[in-house]
């Protein structure tokens, strides 16, 4: 069954730097198309970023752009997200999510992993 | 940026009740919509996707409807699973997410 688990989250200082990663497992991961979405405590959930399923394509939220950025190694099925110049307002549970269709990108998804608390504070 | 806006943000219902969440995008997005529950300490689960399309293992009770900017999920009969928060999400253009109707216990 499909698997995804994230790892690297924790306590950082504003401006300091952070990158998680999200293992996948039970399916064929350089298939598929990757997303990061984050929820702040007793917040909404936001949309951060999307890698193609070969990794050719990347967008992300207006809030990260140009700080975060989304990658992916398929030897190792892993996502990654770095996070630079962390913000208290990058304060969240982020999860991996993966998009419902094979070598397409949805935007919808279907499959979640956990979820890693980042915590951004001096 | 496309907007999405859910109504009510909060919701009082007993088990057994018809219960429908509304959510409106600020332009068209077509049948681009996908429904979310979420439980506390939990990730999402998908429920619906392309407006009205039930994801697999979903029970039946759950339903969405609607196109163009308006939109509905209905749960037929509340089950006691079924409390929790649940959010539209628009998939037009990018990914926004409403900002969540929480069903409470009356």
């Known amino acids: 069954q499909v698997q995804l688990v994230e790892s690297g989250g924790g306590v950082v200082q504003p401006g300091r730097s952070l990158t998680l990663s999200c293992a996948a497992s039970?399916?064929?991961?350089?298939?598929?198309?990757m997303h990061w979405v984050r929820q702040a405590p007793g917040k909404g959930l936001e949309w951060v970023a999307v890698?193609?399923?070969?990794?050719?394509?990347?967008n992300y939220a207006d809030s990260v752009k140009g700080r975060f950025t989304i990658s992916r190694d398929s030897s190792k099925n892993t996502l990654y997200l770095q996070m630079n110049s962390l913000r208290a307002e990058d304060t969240a549970v982020y999860y991996c999510?993966?998009?419902?269709?094979?070598?397409?990108?949805?935007?919808?998804?279907?499959?979640w992993g956990q979820g890693t608390l980042v915590t951004v504070s001096s | 940026d496309i907007q999405m806006t859910q109504s009510p943000s909060t919701l009082s219902a007993s088990v057994g009740d018809r219960v429908t969440i509304t959510c409106r995008a600020s332009?068209?997005?077509?049948?681009?919509l996908a429904w979310y529950q979420q439980k506390p300490g939990k990730a999402p689960d998908l429920l619906i996707y392309?407006?009205?399309s039930l994801e697999s293992g979903v029970p039946s009770r759950f339903s969405g409807s609607g196109s163009g900017t308006e939109f509905t999920l209905t749960i037929s009969s509340l089950q006691p699973d079924d409390f929790a928060t649940y959010y539209c999400?628009?998939?037009?253009?990018?990914?926004?997410f409403g900002q969540g109707t929480k069903v409470e216990i009356k």
């Open positions: 999510a993966r998009d419902p269709r094979l070598y397409s990108s949805s935007w919808y998804f279907q499959h």
């Open positions: 039970g399916f064929t991961f350089s298939g598929y198309t």
């Open positions: 890698i193609s399923y070969d990794g050719s394509n990347k």
């Open positions: 332009q068209s997005i077509s049948s681009w």
């Open positions: 392309q407006a009205s």
């Open positions: 999400q628009q998939y037009n253009t990018y990914g926004t």
